[in-house]
């Protein structure tokens, strides 16, 4: 094997999907004979897995190329994904890249590389809005056993104006049941306990086969799954919470009462500019059917702030709305232009100093927020998945999630072998600022 005593590093940008991918593509490697170092290191070769949702993002991909290179000018510097598949010609003519990779040719990383290192011309970009496929690429361990990001589907068949991911992804395509479940067995085998269902549009899972299988029914084949005691899910479109859904999901105990469901705006104007297809109502009436169905879900999203044309009047119903609906938390994202999105072009761009004071008040909002929502489970026995141990300060703490995604801290006191608790539940009297430990 070409790659045998070969150091590959790499980093990830962007969201889990790509996390995902850059874990699988590692695996890939580390099979051929590869050793994985820590990206700062000196490898051979370096995998830079890159996001384009923002044109921020494209410039953080460029500097992590630019860094990698400069890390050791004779390796191989290798990058893939989103931004590669938005600006091919660009990458082209950049002297740090070595070789491109798009979305759907990761599955190949290793047969890319070793053709360049013989010095073979290697197509590595395909046309992706013409793919129908799944790209075939899993992942059979992660590194703390406990939680892991399972890539159910690709695409986007949305086009809301402000995003690029339709253009660098591709339209909807899932992944085979039987893949997903071999996946997640072996996965559960390894000691993980809990699974979380990522993709770029997990809610259209299945509409593009003819099985009828959807993400309820892959949720419940899940389920069979007997070491798996959690399953969470990824970010998920207002539109697949029905009445259905939500019953079908809350007979399921291993999902967990946490959902994190896109609005983008509190202003059903500003929602039609975005191309969103919903409208505040029917999103709180979204909210409404898990709230009735499950005891304080916690019910995140993202906002945007300053989207053009935002007036300070739209902008003032946004944060109405917001107080009222009171979500656990809100991820607030400054308007960014992005070159070849409907938006960009669009009239009565907003400022950056505007942008920054709407980010503000919402943020402030979130905080209050998740600071209520928090204090209503003060004196409750809740059950925490440790995940590590922390010390600090001279004293030992058990660290974790809750089926809400709480984070935690639990001390243990005098509690002989901490680590012994990793990858297990415990449970604890909660009280926001120390908690104690019931096992």
């Given at each position: 094997?070409?790659?045998?005593?070969?150091?590959?590093?790499?980093?990830?940008?962007?969201?889990?999907?790509?996390?995902?991918?850059?874990?699988?593509?590692?695996?890939?490697?580390e099979?051929?004979?590869?050793?994985?170092?820590?990206?700062?290191?000196?490898?051979?070769?370096?995998?830079?897995?890159?996001?384009?949702?923002?044109?921020?993002?494209?410039?953080?991909?460029?500097?992590m190329?630019?860094?990698?290179?400069?890390?050791?000018?004779?390796?191989?510097?290798?990058?893939?994904?989103?931004?590669?598949?938005?600006?091919?010609?660009?990458?082209?003519?950049?002297?740090?890249?070595?070789?491109i990779?798009?979305?759907?040719?990761?599955?190949?990383?290793?047969?890319?590389?070793?053709?360049?290192?013989?010095?073979?011309?290697?197509?590595?970009?395909?046309?992706?809005?013409?793919?129908?496929?799944?790209?075939?690429?899993?992942?059979?361990?992660?590194?703390?056993?406990t939680?892991?990001?399972?890539?159910?589907?690709?695409?986007?068949?949305?086009?809301?104006?402000?995003?690029?991911?339709?253009?660098?992804?591709?339209?909807?395509?899932?992944?085979?049941?039987?893949?997903i479940?071999?996946?997640?067995?072996?996965?559960?085998?390894?000691?993980?306990?809990?699974?979380?269902?990522?993709?770029?549009?997990?809610?259209?899972?299945?509409?593009?086969?003819?099985?009828?299988?959807?993400?309820?029914?892959?949720?419940?084949?899940?389920?069979?799954?007997?070491?798996?005691?959690?399953?969470?899910?990824?970010?998920?479109?207002?539109?697949?919470?029905?009445?259905?859904?939500?019953?079908?999901?809350?007979?399921?105990?291993?999902?967990?009462?946490?959902?994190?469901l896109?609005?983008?705006?509190?202003?059903?104007?500003?929602?039609?500019?975005m191309?969103?297809?919903?409208?505040?109502?029917?999103?709180?009436e979204?909210?409404?059917?898990?709230?009735?169905?499950y005891?304080?879900p916690?019910?995140?999203?993202?906002?945007i702030?300053?989207?053009p044309?935002?007036?300070?009047?739209?902008?003032?119903?946004?944060?109405?709305?917001?107080?009222?609906?009171?979500?656990?938390?809100?991820?607030?994202?400054?308007?960014?232009?992005?070159?070849?999105?409907?938006?960009?072009?669009?009239?009565?761009?907003?400022?950056?100093?505007?942008?920054?004071?709407?980010?503000?008040?919402?943020?402030?909002?979130?905080?209050?927020?998740?600071?209520?929502?928090?204090?209503?489970?003060?004196?409750?026995?809740?059950?925490?998945?440790?995940?590590?141990?922390?010390?600090?300060?001279?004293r030992?703490?058990?660290?974790?999630?809750?089926?809400?995604?709480?984070?935690?801290?639990?001390?243990?006191?005098?509690?002989?072998?901490?680590?012994?608790?990793v990858?297990?539940?415990?449970?604890?009297?909660y009280?926001?600022e120390?908690?104690?430990?019931?096992?």
């Amino acid at each position: 094997m070409m790659l045998t005593g070969k150091t590959v590093a790499a980093l990830t940008l962007g969201c889990k999907t790509n996390q995902y991918e850059t874990d699988a593509m590692l695996e890939l490697l580390e099979n051929s004979g590869a050793r994985q170092v820590a990206f700062e290191e000196n490898a051979d070769i370096y995998i830079i897995n890159t996001c384009s949702v923002t044109n921020m993002a494209d410039k953080k991909s460029r500097q992590m190329i630019h860094r990698a290179k400069k890390n050791n000018p004779k390796a191989i510097v290798a990058a893939c994904g989103c931004y590669v598949q938005a600006q091919e010609d660009k990458l082209k003519e950049d002297a740090s890249i070595d070789i491109i990779i798009g979305n759907n040719k990761k599955k190949d990383i290793v047969s890319i590389i070793e053709a360049y290192m013989r010095d073979e011309e290697i197509k590595s970009l395909i046309d992706i809005s013409a793919e129908k496929e799944y790209e075939p690429i899993q992942i059979s361990k992660v590194s703390n056993h406990t939680r892991a990001y399972v890539k159910i589907q690709d695409g986007c068949n949305q086009f809301c104006t402000y995003c690029i991911i339709p253009y660098v992804r591709g339209r909807i395509r899932s992944r085979a049941l039987k893949d997903i479940i071999d996946e997640i067995e072996a996965l559960a085998a390894s000691g993980v306990k809990e699974v979380v269902l990522t993709g770029i549009h997990i809610s259209s899972y299945g509409k593009d086969k003819e099985d009828g299988i959807y993400l309820g029914e892959l949720i419940n084949r899940i389920s069979k799954i007997k070491s798996i005691k959690r399953i969470r899910l990824g970010s998920l479109e207002p539109n697949i919470i029905t009445e259905e859904f939500v019953s079908l999901i809350a007979a399921n105990k291993k999902v967990c009462p946490h959902f994190h469901l896109s609005l983008q705006s509190g202003c059903d104007t500003v929602l039609k500019r975005m191309n969103r297809k919903y409208s505040c109502k029917e999103y709180l009436e979204k909210c409404e059917m898990l709230r009735k169905a499950y005891d304080r879900p916690a019910i995140t999203t993202d906002v945007i702030v300053g989207f053009p044309g935002e007036t300070e009047a739209e902008f003032a119903q946004t944060v109405d709305y917001l107080t009222k609906l009171h979500l656990y938390e809100m991820h607030i994202f400054k308007y960014s232009p992005r070159q070849g999105t409907i938006a960009a072009g669009m009239p009565e761009q907003v400022s950056p100093e505007e942008k920054n004071r709407r980010s503000d008040i919402l943020i402030a909002l979130s905080e209050k927020n998740k600071e209520a929502y928090e204090r209503s489970f003060v004196d409750e026995e809740l059950q925490v998945l440790v995940e590590k141990v922390v010390r600090k300060e001279n004293r030992t703490y058990l660290k974790g999630h809750t089926e809400r995604y709480m984070e935690i801290e639990v001390e243990t006191g005098s509690l002989e072998n901490p680590d012994s608790f990793v990858n297990s539940f415990i449970y604890t009297k909660y009280t926001k600022e120390e908690n104690s430990l019931m096992i």
